[in-house]
């Protein structure tokens, strides 16, 4: 009896493929109404407003003179939205006053545009969440900025407005360039709902290159196919300031592919113990791979940076910080952006911190994470410059 009993247990939990099919379905149908209801009908996401603060802090002057230099350099003087007292500028304008009269530095003409790759193969460390703020801020310092989502979850894609599984077909991502369909990747170039943001979306389909690429390596011989992102990219460097490649939490062929077309290379780390041993562990793999490739010393990059993200304040994340500092040593760039509910709220909305047009919560919490994403974003845009001017 107690064995029938037990049997009938271990029944229940047996999960046929068609159970499995119904489970997968059921997901899916929850997840489409949820997200409706988490954001807004098509275009799925709006951007945000700014306040006359907002726009004195973007370029970097004192609010008292906003209007003295919108008559100045005829700049957008923003709207009074019925029933408010303060003006509200659109995101258009601010990009408007940033490219007058920001402190920023800008690509010097006939420069082609440079490409970073957020990377780390460690699941949840905010490769994505890192990469589409970067992205946003350096729109605000009057960059234009691609993200090509080349991680098949698409988590990217979705927080820049666009559903991974309901608005993109496999042949709007970079898959029909990797089957040769393509001679480069400028077709799958979307506008977002962001002004200067524009993205290479992902969806499920993207695994399907982990299939590709190996199958054409072993039937072209001499094929270059970690070279495969970097040639399709080539020619949007004219293009863009900026292109961001955010990548999944794995050293697949796209992520290596990622890795070599990159100029620059970001790691959001955690500093976690495990975490930190992991990304030891990616290096050592990475420099192996590399090294065992044709013309392995022709590459060099610009910078590889790491910055410890959803830093904890407490004893164990200083002490983990002090190895990470002995490992690392000059490309820790000593921004650290903590474990913050901000970050949480925002991403629950499906958005970034860039994305509010002001605090939802404490101002405290706001700026405890806005900060240093803005420093991260000061500090890629000087690594820029730095390699525009070489
Ligand atoms: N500073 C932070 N504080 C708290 N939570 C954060 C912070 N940054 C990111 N998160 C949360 O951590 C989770 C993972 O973030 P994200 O998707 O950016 O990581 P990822 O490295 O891209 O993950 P994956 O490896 O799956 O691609 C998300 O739920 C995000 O909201
Ligand atoms: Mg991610």
């Not at 949820?34 to 306040?51: C, G, L, N, Q, W």
């Not at 200067?196 to 982990?210: D, R």
Request: proline share 6%.
């Amino acid at each position: 009896m107690e064995a029938h009993q037990a049997n009938q247990q271990v029944n229940l939990q047996r999960v046929s493929m068609h159970d499995l099919d119904n489970l997968a379905s059921t997901a899916a149908d929850v997840l489409s109404q949820v997200r409706d209801a988490m954001i807004e009908p098509h275009p799925r996401k709006i951007a945000p407003t700014f306040s006359s603060a907002a726009i004195a802090e973007l370029c970097r002057v004192d609010k008292t003179q906003i209007k003295y230099l919108t008559q100045k350099h005829n700049l957008p003087s923003g709207q009074k939205p019925e029933g408010l007292k303060a003006k509200e500028y659109s995101l258009e304008d601010a990009i408007a006053w940033v490219r007058a009269i920001g402190p920023y530095p800008s690509r010097p003409e006939n420069r082609p545009g440079k490409v970073i790759a957020v990377c780390n193969y460690k699941g949840g460390v905010a490769k994505t969440s890192t990469t589409v703020a970067l992205a946003q801020a350096l729109t605000l310092r009057g960059l234009k900025v691609l993200v090509v989502d080349c991680d098949g979850q698409g988590t990217a894609t979705q927080l820049i407005g666009i559903s991974p599984e309901q608005d993109v077909d496999v042949e709007q991502t970079i898959m029909p360039y990797i089957h040769g369909d393509e001679a480069d990747l400028r077709y799958a170039v979307q506008a977002s709902y962001w002004s200067n943001l524009s993205v290479i979306p992902a969806s499920s389909g993207l695994l399907a290159a982990e299939f590709a690429i190996p199958a054409k390596a072993m039937s072209q011989r001499g094929f270059r196919f970690w070279e495969m992102l970097k040639s399709g990219l080539e020619p949007l460097r004219a293009d863009f300031d900026l292109i961001l490649i955010d990548t999944s939490p794995s050293l697949s062929h796209l992520t290596v592919n990622a890795m070599i077309a990159a100029d620059g290379l970001l790691m959001p780390c955690p500093p976690d113990a495990l975490d930190f041993a992991s990304s030891v562990q990616f290096w050592g793999i990475f420099s192996e791979l590399v090294d065992g490739l044709p013309n392995a010393n022709e590459k060099h990059y610009d910078f590889i940076s790491i910055i410890y993200t959803k830093v904890q304040a407490n004893e164990i994340s200083r002490l983990v910080k002090t190895w990470m500092k002995q490992a690392y040593g000059a490309h820790i760039n000593g921004i650290e952006i903590p474990d913050s509910t901000a970050a949480r709220t925002a991403s629950a909305q499906l958005k970034t911190i860039y994305d509010l047009s002001k605090p939802d919560g404490s101002a405290e919490a706001y700026r405890r994470f806005k900060d240093p994403l803005d420093r991260l974003a000061d500090y890629v845009l000087d690594q820029l410059a730095i390699a525009w001017r070489q």
